[in-house]
């Protein structure tokens, strides 16, 4: 059986490493793809893979098509938007994810952004700080729960939105749970995004939404850049000169955002949330163990795609 690693953003070497190790124990033969750049090599290495594991590389149709010896592909990481789950079903795949394992790392970023936006992007001006401030968390999954954990730490105000976690949950953890979107924008002075990006919330983050953030807002997003209106952000940027936005993931519109609102707009050059060598380890060494559970006893916990 052959297990292909195939990731253009690659793992740090010590979890690849720690993958190997997994897949070779169980027996199995272990190929690395990495920093592929275009479709067509992704599309020669899964020719003869078993089982692929991968981060935020796509797999549609047309790769499903290509993998003929294919039967499960986990990606390493929380969001699977990027796997074409009806086609997995359809060619017999079964997809899945390692929710939780890359969480922490992506909630510290949320705050190294946060505290950048307020110390005016380390420009050497008089800024703000997190303490005492009004945090909102949008989506109380995995990273949303690290970040209010870390929140605290900072002496923040927290507050989160979850259309789908109890509010019994939310305040379990001493953070004040809204009844909708609106209010955790109207209440706020940070929000931290954490919804997933599905047909529903694609879009969903727009002028009305955001507009309602009091003087001196702060969006950041370390979820998807899927889930930002862009065209609604950009005009309630024009509009509003006291609004920041901070962001891991490049916007579409990054070269008009970096023209028009200098000081207040930042993005990372890559999505680097997830890039820490403990998530790349957590999460791809889970993988790992999920191919090997799959593929010896047919354990399908943590299966995102319908049989
Ligand atoms: C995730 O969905 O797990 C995160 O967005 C991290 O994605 P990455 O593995 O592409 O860095």
Not at 22 to 45: F, H, N, V
Not at 224 to 243: G, H, P
């Amino acid at each position: 059986m052959k297990v292909l690693v195939a990731t253009d953003k690659p793992f740090a070497k010590v979890a690849v490493d720690g993958i190997r190790k997994e897949i070779e124990a169980a027996g199995y033969e272990l190929a690395l793809l990495e920093k592929y750049g275009e479709k067509a090599k992704l599309l020669e290495a899964v020719v003869d893979a078993d089982a692929i594991i991968i981060r935020s590389d796509i797999i549609d149709a047309e790769v499903l098509d290509a993998a003929k010896q294919l039967k499960i592909v986990v990606r390493a990481g929380a969001g699977y938007d990027n796997v074409d789950l009806e086609a997995a079903t359809a060619h017999n795949v079964c997809v899945m994810n390692t929710p939780g394992q890359n969480s922490n790392a992506v909630a510290e970023l949320a705050f190294g952004l946060m505290v950048m936006a307020v110390r005016n992007m380390y420009n050497g001006t008089s800024g703000s700080e997190l303490k005492g401030k009004k945090l909102g968390i949008h989506a109380y999954g995995n990273v949303g729960r690290n970040v209010a954990r870390i929140a605290k730490g900072f002496g923040m105000d927290i507050y989160a939105y979850d259309a789908f976690c109890p509010k019994e949950v939310i305040e379990a953890d001493g953070v004040k749970a809204v009844a909708s979107a609106e209010e955790l924008y109207s209440t706020c002075d940070v929000v931290s995004l954490h919804i997933p990006a599905t047909a529903e919330t694609k879009n969903s983050i727009n002028h009305a939404l955001v507009g309602r953030m009091p003087k001196g807002g702060l969006l950041v997003n370390t979820a998807r850049k899927e889930v930002i209106n862009e065209a609604e952000l950009i005009q309630l940027m024009e509009e509003r000169a006291d609004l920041k936005y901070m962001t891991d993931i490049m916007p579409a519109a990054h070269e008009t955002f970096m023209a028009k609102f200098a000081g207040r707009y930042f993005s990372t050059p890559k999505k680097m949330g997830a890039q820490t060598a403990e998530a790349n380890i957590n999460a791809g060494i889970a993988a790992a163990k999920q191919i090997v559970g799959f593929l010896k006893d047919g354990c399908e916990k943590f299966r995102v795609n319908k049989k």
